[in-house]
């Protein structure tokens, strides 16, 4: 079982920078990705950013250039950096965590709302 906690989440104006982290705790050393999800309300659930054991990273082509995934396997925990934030980027995001088993795992999700 892995358990994950998110932080960083707010309220930031157009063109600001807010930073997410996501700390796994439980059976850690089965983790192979790490990712951020995002939802908004009536829509499904769309992939943001996933960086994986070795440190390849896959990217939203909605967030290219703009956000940074990074991971610290010491810490257990994963990043978000987002900037040049925009009001389409207003929804609850997600950490997810895949293990080498196949099972995968959601955090409760933190809001990120961008707006003036």
């Known amino acids: 079982q892995v358990q994950l906690v998110e932080s960083g989440g707010g309220l930031v104006q157009p063109g600001g920078s807010l930073r997410l982290s996501c700390e796994a705790s439980g059976s850690t050393t089965s983790i192979y990705s790490m990712g951020w999800y995002r939802q908004t309300p009536g829509e499904q659930r769309e992939l943001v950013a996933t960086i994986a054991s070795g440190g390849l990273t896959n990217y939203a082509d909605s967030v290219k250039g703009r956000f940074t995934i990074s991971r610290d396997n010491a810490k257990n925990t994963v990043y978000l950096q987002m900037n040049s934030l925009k009001p389409e980027d207003t929804a609850l995001y997600y950490c997810?965590?895949?293990?080498?088993?196949?099972?995968?795992?959601w955090g409760q999700g933190t809001q990120v709302t961008v707006s003036s």
């Open positions: 997810k965590i895949l293990t080498w088993g196949g099972s995968m795992y």
